[in-house]
């Protein structure tokens, strides 16, 4: 079982920047894939950026690619999401993700432990 905690959401300007964090509780972080998704009112949970157990490979959203990074520091059991040249479209609930396996980096359904969400607003 793993626990995930974000942080790091608030409100920024747009062409600011953020980072957000994701603690993980329980055993074995290091061998998790982790996902970020997000989710705006109204509109369906979105693929942002993932990162394999090892954090060799790392897998953006068309939107985000070239203004995000995601990272991960396995010694501190946390996943992080660098977020630059914010716009306000990218104004969501933020959601950490982990996974043992992940077949397909993108899906939603295919992690089994989910955060509560940080909320990011970006305003114009």
């Known amino acids: 079982q793993v626990q995930l905690v974000e942080s790091g959401g608030g409100l920024v300007q747009a062409g600011g920047s953020l980072r957000l964090s994701c603690a993980a509780s329980?055993?074995?972080?290091?061998?998790?894939?982790l996902g970020w998704f997000r989710q705006a009112p109204g509109r369906e949970r979105e693929f942002v950026a993932a990162?394999?157990?090892?954090?060799?490979?790392?897998y953006y959203a068309d939107s985000v690619r070239g203004r995000f990074t995601i990272s991960r520091d396995n010694a501190k059991n946390t996943v992080y999401l660098q977020m630059n040249s914010l716009k306000p479209e990218d104004t969501a609930v933020y959601y950490c993700?982990?996974?043992?396996?992940?077949?397909?980096?993108?899906?939603?359904?295919?992690?089994?432990?989910w955060g509560q969400g940080t909320q990011v607003t970006v305003s114009s």
């Open positions: 329980g055993p074995s972080f290091s061998s998790y894939a």
């Open positions: 990162i394999n157990w090892s954090g060799v490979n790392t």
């Open positions: 993700a982990a996974r043992l396996v992940v077949y397909n980096y993108y899906i939603a359904s295919e992690y089994d432990y």
